[in-house]
């Protein structure tokens, strides 16, 4: 089933369920696989990184949560109290040299049913003909007792395009990740009807 697998270039079944969510054929998946790899290493040789690479973790949650742990721990602050405040970025990852003093800023995602307008700083229509859109860097900012704005749209983020997975103890699928909150001049039940997500990874 292996050389099968190959041959049709597809990852092999026993490597895909032992390894993180993913939909690339063979060739794209071994390519995501190193870059996956050097990111780490770098991290572990050069230290925490100015801005993290977010599909290029196994369990993205874990990160999510462990910043805010960090956050707690820092400040002394009830974890339970803690949220984030969003911020897409204006400037592409290269410019960004150095960590924020609290959160981070990850880079990676693309947005499916809709597109970043980076003039205006808002949710777009997206192009005709076009699926996805890369997403500029985007701040994570723990806050605490941080409300929501009623007027944004909370963007799910989403290891793969399939958007399912296995319920997690928290009620949510194992291939979600986290809502982002994200400016429109709309109604935020418009981007829902639109299926407007944010993906870690695409399938080619």
């Known amino acids: 089933s292996m050389y099968g697998s190959f041959i049709n270039a597809q990852v092999p079944e026993n490597w895909s369920k032992v390894a993180y969510p993913s939909l690339k054929p063979l060739p794209t998946w071994y390519k995501d696989f190193i870059e996956r790899i050097e990111f780490m290493r770098k991290w572990l040789l050069e230290g925490e990184p100015a801005v993290f690479w977010m599909p290029g973790f196994f369990f993205p949650q874990g990160f999510i949560t462990g910043i ?26 290269e410019e960004i040299k150095e960590p924020p ?6 880079h990676g995602l693309y947005i499916e049913g809709a597109k970043w307008d980076k003039d205006e700083r808002k949710l ?12 500029p860097p985007i701040s994570f900012a723990p806050k605490i007792d941080h409300p929501s704005n009623p007027n944004d749209y909370q963007c799910p983020v989403y290891k793969t395009s399939v958007r399912a997975g296995v319920l997690s ?11 982002v909150d994200l400016p429109t ?20």
Not at 68 to 90: A, C, G, N, P, W
Not at 124 to 135: K, R, W
């Open 185 to 204: 001049d709309k109604k935020p039940d418009f981007w829902t009807l639109q299926a407007t997500a944010m993906l870690c990874q695409l399938n080619e």
């Open 124 to 135: 777009d229509l997206q192009n005709p003909g076009e699926m996805y859109m890369p997403m």
């Open 68 to 93: 805010l742990q960090t956050y707690s721990r820092k400040h002394m602050l009830e974890i339970d109290r803690l949220s984030f405040e969003f911020e897409v970025k204006s400037i592409p990852k």
């Open 169 to 179: 103890t928290t009620g949510h699928s194992t291939n979600f990740v986290l809502p």
């Open 101 to 106: 003093q609290d959160g981070v800023v990850v």
